[in-house]
C-alpha cells in the first residue's frame, strides 16, 4: 500500500508559478511511475505530467508542455510539479498518483494508476 500526501496548492494569479509536491510511503519508490493529473469542476480527471522511476522519462499534456516541469528525489520519495506561467484555466484540484511499473513509457489514464492522494486545490485568478 502507498500513501500519497499532496501540498503546495493555493490561489495565485495569472502569470505566477507555484510548486506543488508530493509525499509517497512507497519503500521502494524508484519502482513507480509518478503522475499528475488534475479535475476542474464539473469536468473529468485529466492527465498533466508524468516521471518514470529513475527520473530520465518524463512526459506532459500538450496544454502544459513549456511551463509545467515534473521532477522526483528517489532519497526523499517525493515528486513534485513545477508550474510557471499559470493561467485562469490551469484552476483545478490536482492529484498525485502512483503506477508500479519499471519500464521507461508512461500511461496518462486515470485506471492506470494504482494509487492516488487526496489532492490540492490549485486556483488562477485573471
Known amino acids: 500500500q502507498v500513501q500519497l500526501v499532496e501540498s503546495g496548492g493555493g490561489l495565485v494569479q495569472a502569470g505566477d508559478s507555484l510548486r506543488l509536491s508530493c509525499a509517497a510511503s512507497?519503500?521502494?519508490?524508484?519502482?513507480?511511475?509518478m503522475a499528475w493529473f488534475r479535475q476542474a469542476p464539473g469536468k473529468e480527471r485529466d492527465f498533466v505530467a508524468a516521471?518514470?522511476?529513475?527520473?530520465?522519462?518524463?512526459y506532459y499534456a500538450d496544454s502544459v508542455k513549456g511551463r509545467f516541469t515534473i521532477s522526483r528525489d528517489n532519497a526523499k520519495n517525493t515528486v513534485d510539479l513545477q508550474m510557471n506561467s499559470l493561467k485562469p484555466e490551469d484552476t483545478a484540484n490536482y492529484y498525485c498518483?502512483?503506477?508500479?511499473?519499471?519500464?521507461?513509457?508512461?500511461?496518462?489514464?486515470?485506471?492506470?494508476?494504482?494509487?492516488w492522494g487526496q489532492g490540492t486545490q490549485v486556483t488562477v485568478s485573471s
Open positions: 498518483a502512483a503506477k508500479y511499473y519499471t519500464g521507461r513509457y508512461y500511461y496518462a489514464s486515470v485506471p492506470r494508476y494504482d494509487y
Open positions: 516521471i518514470t522511476g529513475s527520473g530520465g522519462d518524463t
Open positions: 512507497a519503500r521502494t519508490f524508484s519502482t513507480y511511475l
